[in-house]
């Protein structure tokens, strides 16, 4: 169960250790600002300077007038929960302080409220939250189910989402950057390529591609691919017959010279459904 601090005036206390230990519901701290690291599980990828320059005049003119929440660790420092932009802006804006609401939790529900705040409060693009949620299955171990719960999610809108993990890292910051829409980027993702996937997701951006245009390049994309796998399967069943005769011809060659110097070998080649076979024969001397 989460200890959740509540707001309170902190005068008397001499450390966070002892409100957190305390039977008390004193639970508010003013933390300075260049105390508190950032989170590892933070999604955000990408902040709207004009957005952040909003919230930081905002700041300046009343404070912050919602805590951020942060977690302390070991009796030693602090580590952001969620509150990014406002911790960001209080920077900026020149704060000495932020108040911050601590909570006692660990790190996978750390993980999961600072991916939840997100969710409920940021807009996170589609590539944010299959990174979260990647992070929570393979950081974590969370399973997909559990994952689903924890957000009120369908287990397949989950996994749909995670698979846009089979996108590289650049193509993910291709479509995070660009605004790239969750349909054009499902269509790319059925590219088995991904040299071809960033070229047409450079087309989208670059062309402003609708999603007919988009379905229609990525089909013959695909149909290009499959011609390609089909003319590389022949040629390597032409190089392997090449292959075959090279072989056959230096038997017989070497059988040749085993007969030029007084030995009677001889080969047969015998050709079946498994492959093919050759066999020499050397008499016994």
Same mark, same amino acid.
């Given at each position: 169960?989460?200890?959740?601090?509540? =707001?309170?005036?902190?005068?008397?206390?001499?450390?966070?250790?002892?409100?957190? /230990?305390?039977?008390?519901? /004193?639970?508010?701290?003013?933390?300075?600002? !260049?105390?508190?690291?950032?989170?590892?599980?933070?999604?955000?990828?990408?902040?709207?300077?004009?957005?952040?320059?909003?919230?930081?005049?905002s700041?300046?003119?009343?404070?912050?007038?919602?805590?951020?929440?942060?977690?302390?660790? #070991?009796?030693k420092?602090?580590?952001?929960?969620?509150?990014?932009?406002?911790?960001?802006?209080a920077?900026?804006?020149?704060?000495?302080?932020?108040?911050?609401?601590?909570?006692?939790?660990?790190? #996978?529900? &750390?993980a999961?409220?600072?991916?939840?705040? !997100?969710?409920?409060?940021?807009?996170?693009?589609?590539?944010?939250?299959?990174?979260g =949620?990647? &992070?929570?299955? /393979?950081?974590?171990?969370?399973?997909?189910?559990?994952?689903?719960v924890?957000?009120?999610l369908?287990?397949?809108?989950? !996994?749909?989402?995670?698979?846009?993990?089979?996108?590289?890292?650049?193509?993910?910051?291709?479509?995070?950057?660009?605004?790239?829409s969750?349909?054009?980027?499902?269509?790319?993702?059925?590219?088995p390529?991904?040299?071809?996937?960033?070229?047409?997701?450079r087309k989208?951006v670059?062309?402003?591609?609708?999603?007919?245009?988009?379905? /229609?390049?990525?089909?013959?994309?695909?149909?290009?691919?499959?011609?390609?796998?089909?003319?590389?399967? +022949?040629?390597?069943?032409?190089?392997?017959?090449?292959?075959?005769?090279l072989?056959?011809?230096?038997?017989?060659?070497?059988v040749?010279?085993?007969?030029?110097?007084?030995?009677?070998?001889?080969?047969?080649? +015998?050709?079946?459904?498994?492959?093919t076979?050759?066999?020499?024969?050397?008499?016994?001397v």
């Amino acid at each position: 169960m989460l200890n959740i601090i509540k =707001f309170s005036d902190f005068r008397g206390r001499k450390s966070v250790k002892e409100v957190l /230990e305390a039977d008390s519901d /004193e639970r508010v701290f003013c933390i300075p600002v !260049n105390d508190i690291k950032p989170n590892p599980n933070q999604v955000r990828k990408f902040f709207k300077r004009e957005a952040l320059d909003e919230l930081t005049a905002s700041v300046k003119k009343f404070g912050v007038c919602q805590p951020i929440t942060v977690r302390y660790i #070991n009796n030693k420092f602090y580590e952001l929960i969620s509150g990014e932009r406002r911790l960001m802006a209080a920077k900026a804006a020149g704060l000495d302080k932020i108040p911050a609401l601590v909570l006692n939790v660990n790190d #996978n529900r &750390s993980a999961v409220l600072s991916l939840l705040e !997100n969710l409920q409060h940021q807009n996170l693009s589609f590539i944010e939250e299959s990174e979260g =949620f990647y &992070s929570l299955k /393979e950081d974590y171990g969370f399973t997909e189910e559990e994952i689903a719960v924890s957000f009120g999610l369908r287990v397949s809108d989950v !996994n749909r989402k995670i698979r846009f993990m089979n996108f590289t890292p650049e193509c993910r910051r291709i479509i995070a950057e660009s605004g790239i829409s969750i349909i054009h980027a499902a269509l790319v993702l059925k590219i088995p390529d991904d040299l071809v996937r960033k070229s047409i997701l450079r087309k989208i951006v670059d062309m402003d591609l609708s999603v007919q245009k988009t379905a /229609e390049i990525v089909d013959s994309e695909i149909e290009k691919l499959k011609a390609d796998d089909i003319l590389l399967s +022949e040629q390597k069943e032409k190089r392997g017959f090449s292959d075959m005769r090279l072989l056959t011809n230096s038997v017989k060659r070497s059988v040749e010279l085993m007969n030029r110097s007084g030995i009677g070998a001889g080969y047969e080649v +015998e050709n079946g459904d498994g492959g093919t076979k050759i066999i020499i024969s050397i008499p016994n001397v």
